[in-house]
């Protein structure tokens, strides 16, 4: 494999952003927590890098997926994109204006804008209060008083979600968790938003219960042009839901593309081993079959040069000195960018099983497989 | 293919009694609410050395049944009537004690979340060899040893020095396999997985799932692994059994309920499942509506209130008449369509609509 063969970022076309401008636009953005120590003096003697150093854009009425394992940043991004957490570097430009640091003050149109879900329907909902004063509150915070009052407004709502009118003066704690999330949803409607950040909306769901809520929110992308930002660990969920999907690994995309692109022709051995360990409920699937040995390091202290080398098959030399940047190899359409120094090669490779849990390698034996030397794993 | 493939199809119950053989089971709870009918007439086998998959959505009695098997209801709130024979011995019923001996020991199981089931205090190889010792009688260092063989089994590396680790030094996926090393460390017959990998990312759920059929093979355990995930059980299990308000709805070996689903319920959840090859422009078509109340069941077909395939049946029998799973043996459903109706519905409006 060649890794000279790549174009740089700058010289290809921007990442497709099919429905026009960028609505949201995210640079060099990164976030690190702080790990203390200390019992009396506290000091701080590392840092959590959550979220270290990614570029993501979404276009008007765009949904873009973000997959990656527990851990990675999925959820950290998320929240610096609707500005809960402020970010340690880098640039977050909404509608071309810049609100990585932007006061409170600042934030106060955007906010209503920019809307999230979240994942846990039974948390996410004050027990005490009824529904119609769950998805009413954000229209009196922000002084917004819609034609015919709030009530009439949040009915509207409750219908819109698929919920009876009638239950607004119902509490949570008498809904299931579909339709908890359903009233998560309305709440988030409220304001109009022109993005949601949904985090795991469908995660807490049972698999029938989740259908229902993706296919709400599949029609609110359609009828009301609304962009998504739609995380969550099922590939298959975000694919039936996202024009684009970026995969993430400890706190930097690895790689990004359009949903057809990044599914069928993965370029990232991490993207390959993620999609090959879905289990599809068909038991004539006969994919190839990766298994990634041990778990995700720790992301306080990540490895140096490429992030994914601990656990890649392929890893050599380069990939600890260096760290691969973002993009578009030779043989990837536009927009498809792949952080990698010896990526796969186009196209799905087939029929050989690379098993590299060394338990299992212990116990087969297996011909032809690729056994790496155990590494240090850390957690 | 390698040893790696897919289990092959259940081999025929050999005509005599099964390993574990569970006969009307009835699980009530009385609550202030009312009775609770959690589990409510089931039936079912599992032969050695196979894979029995439970499905169903959260509440329809999958956690219930197997508490029940495992002796864990607080018998002074719960009513279990029925049957069920481990090997032999009937143990609705049994004292106590006897349920003890033979927990850890000829069943054991694996939970959800592995750090309800570790104690935080103690090292992860105290807790594998003192399972160990109970049963056993075996002295400290034998445990110890046994420790590290079954750390090394379930593939965690540096098993002499990670057996003096606790709990919290380990990673989610080492705890789940700490877990199974625990369970296994007596050789049970019988292992009860209740989604053992649900709070756990693919590639490591790929992991766990892959070491469990291999020690399958190795050891010839029994395995019930409760789910909510078709793909899981698809790649592990070699029987199903799709619950629903406390019954099985339907049966099967893997190839039957996944590739010619015969029950309305069973339809909806694989339509329910986007797949990763499927069209991504058709809606997902979920079973609308929601689970059942447990203390007032629908009167009939307890699924009758979701079901879109009434009209099949004749006069009102759907919401009069509880159908019983049929044939009693092999593949078969709870539901007044016809075989023949079954058939064509599955082929003319759900095959077209999977991936
Ligand atoms: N407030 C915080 N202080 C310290 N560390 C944090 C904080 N919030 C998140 N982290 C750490 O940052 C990393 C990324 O966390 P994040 O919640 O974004 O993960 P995620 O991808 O959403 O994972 P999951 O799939 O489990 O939800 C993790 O290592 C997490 O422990
Ligand atoms: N100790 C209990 N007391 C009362 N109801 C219970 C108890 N345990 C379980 N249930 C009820 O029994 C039903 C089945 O529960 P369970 O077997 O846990 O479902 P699942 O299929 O999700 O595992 C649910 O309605 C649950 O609320
Ligand atoms: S850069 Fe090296 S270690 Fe990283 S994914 Fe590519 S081959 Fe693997
Ligand atoms: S018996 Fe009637 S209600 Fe029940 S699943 Fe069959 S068709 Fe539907
Ligand atoms: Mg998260
Ligand atoms: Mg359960």
Redesign the interface.
């Given at each position: 494999m060649n890794d000279q063969l790549t174009l740089s970022k700058a010289d290809g076309p921007s990442p497709a952003t099919p429905s026009g401008e960028p609505l949201l636009q995210l640079t060099g953005v990164q976030k690190h927590f702080p790990v203390m120590d200390g019992f009396l003096f506290k000091r701080q003697v590392g840092a959590v890098h959550a979220v270290d150093g990614i570029d993501l854009t979404v276009g008007t009425g765009e949904a873009v997926g973000l997959v990656g394992?527990?851990g990675c940043g999925k959820s950290t991004t998320g929240r610096l994109v609707t500005r809960l957490l402020e970010p340690t570097g880098g640039q977050i430009s909404y509608q071309g204006r810049d609100i990585a640091h932007a006061s409170r003050k600042e934030l106060m149109p955007i906010r209503s804008e920019i809307q999230m879900i979240f994942q846990d329907p039974y948390s996410s909902l004050n027990p005490r209060q009824t529904v119609g004063a769950i998805i009413g509150a954000p229209m009196e915070i922000n002084g917004i008083k819609p034609a015919g009052g709030i009530q009439k407004r949040v009915q509207e709502l409750l219908e819109t979600v698929g919920l009876n009118p009638e239950h607004y003066n119902r509490f949570p704690h008498e809904f299931?968790g579909?339709?908890r999330q359903r009233i998560g949803v309305a709440r988030a409607l409220s304001l109009e938003p022109k993005l949601i950040v949904a985090d795991e909306p469908v995660s807490a769901l049972?698999?029938?219960?989740?259908?229902?809520v993706?296919?709400l929110l599949?029609q609110l992308q359609k009828d009301l042009g609304i962009a998504f930002l739609f995380i969550a660990?099922d590939?298959?969920?975000v694919?039936?839901f996202s024009q684009r999907v970026a995969v993430m690994y400890l706190g930097k995309i690895v790689e990004i593309a359009d949903?057809a692109s990044l599914?069928e022709r993965p370029r990232h051995p991490y993207t390959h081993?993620?999609?090959s360990?879905?289990?599809?409920?068909?038991?004539?699937?006969?994919r190839e079959?990766i298994?990634?040995?041990?778990?995700?390091p720790s992301p306080i202290n990540p490895p140096s040069g490429c992030r994914f080398r601990t656990r890649c098959w392929k890893a050599q030399e380069k990939c600890a000195t260096e760290e691969p940047p973002l993009v578009q190899l030779s043989g990837n359409v536009a927009g498809h960018l792949t952080a990698c120094h010896f990526p796969e090669e186009p196209g799905v490779a087939g029929g050989r099983?690379v098993?590299l849990?060394?338990?299992?390698a212990a116990?087969?034996d297996?011909a032809g497989a690729v056994i790496p030397e155990?590494r240090d794993?850390q957690? | 293919m390698t040893t790696l493939a897919k289990p092959e199809e259940a081999p025929a119950p050999s005509g005599g009694a099964s390993f574990l053989s569970v006969r009307d089971l009835q699980v009530r709870f009385s609550t202030e609410d009312g009775v609770v009918r959690a589990v409510d007439g089931l039936s079912f086998d599992v032969e050695r050395g196979t894979t029995l998959g439970i499905v169903g959505e959260s509440g329809s009695g999958k956690s219930v049944t197997n508490l029940a098997i495992l002796g864990l209801h607080n018998p002074e709130s719960t009513e279990i009537t029925g049957s069920i024979n481990l090997a032999g011995q009937e143990l609705v019923g049994a004292p106590r004690r006897t349920l003890e001996k033979l927990r850890g020991n000829t069943m054991s199981m694996i939970f959800q979340d592995p750090l309800t089931a570790l104690s935080p205090y103690h090292t992860i190889g105290r807790q594998i060899g003192e399972t160990f010792r109970k049963h056993t009688g075996a002295s400290k260092k034998e445990a110890r040893d046994r420790s590290i063989e079954m750390l090394t089994k379930v593939g965690i590396p540096q098993p002499q020095t990670r057996v003096d680790d606790y709990p919290h030094q380990f990673s989610g996926g080492m705890r789940q396999r700490a877990m199974i090393a625990m369970s296994l460390v007596c050789d049970p017959d019988l292992l009860i997985a209740d989604e053992p990998t649900t709070a756990l990312d693919v590639t490591v759920q790929a992991q766990i799932l892959d070491l469990l059929k291999d020690l399958q093979q190795e050891l010839g355990t029994a395995i019930i692994l409760i789910t909510h995930d078709l793909g899981v059980v698809a790649k592990t299990a070699h029987n199903v059994m799709v619950m629903y308000a406390g019954r099985a709805v339907e049966r099967g070996t893997v190839r039957e309920v996944l590739k010619a689903p015969q029950h309305p319920y069973a339809w909806g959840l694989l339509s329910s499942m986007p797949s990763l090859a499927g069209s991504v422009d058709v809606p997902l078509r979920p079973v609308r509506g929601t689970p059942p109340s447990l203390i007032n069941v629908p009167a009939g077909c307890p699924f009758n209130p979701r079901c879109d395939f009434k009209e099949g049946v004749l006069g009102d029998r759907c919401t009069t008449e509880r159908p019983e799973i049929s044939p009693a043996t092999g593949h078969g459903s709870a539901c007044h369509l016809s075989v023949g109706q079954k058939q064509d519905i599955f082929i003319d409006q759900i095959q077209p609509r999977l991936g």
């Open positions: 394992e527990s299931s579909g339709q049972d698999v029938s219960i989740q259908a229902q993706v296919n599949q660990h590939l298959a969920i694919r039936h949903r599914y081993a993620l999609l360990a879905v289990p599809e409920a068909d038991p004539d699937d006969n079959r298994r990634l040995a041990g778990d995700v099983d098993v849990d060394p338990a299992l116990m087969e297996e155990p794993q957690d | -």
